[in-house]
């Protein structure tokens, strides 16, 4: 069982930048792939990005290259998504997944993973 919380959100002008942490509990996180997804008003929850249990072999949701950046740190049970030149359409709640199953490359679905924060609220203003 692997419990999520995610922190860090919050409103930011567009631009700016915010990093996201997600603290997690249980004892084989350092196995788990790990996400971070996120759901807009009136859209389905999209992947951001996920993190194999090493923090390799990373994929990003083609709006957020070379803007957003995944890591972990499996000493402290913890990811983290760091969000930088942030854009009005960013925003949207952010939620930290985890699955036990290894990552193998590509888009994951969120029914692909079995463990879910509650989500924080990113706000940009244009």
């Known amino acids: 069982q692997v419990q999520l919380v995610e922190s860090g959100g919050g409103l930011v002008q567009a631009g700016g930048s915010l990093r996201l942490s997600c603290a997690a509990s249980?004892?084989?996180?350092?196995?788990?792939?790990l996400g971070w997804f996120r759901q807009a008003p009136g859209k389905e929850r999209g992947l951001v990005s996920p993190?194999?249990?090493?923090?390799?072999?990373?994929y990003y949701a083609d709006s957020v290259k070379g803007r957003f950046t995944i890591s972990r740190d499996n000493a402290k049970n913890a990811v983290y998504l760091q969000m930088n030149s942030m854009k009005a359409e960013n925003t949207a709640v952010y939620y930290c997944?985890?699955?036990?199953?290894?990552?193998?490359?590509?888009?994951?679905?969120?029914?692909?993973?079995?463990?879910w924060g509650q989500g924080t609220q990113v706000t940009v203003s244009s």
């Open positions: 993190i194999t249990w090493n923090g390799g072999s990373t």
């Open positions: 997944a985890a699955d036990k199953e290894p990552y193998r490359g590509g888009y994951y679905y969120p029914e692909m993973f079995e463990y």
């Open positions: 249980g004892r084989r996180f350092s196995t788990y792939t």
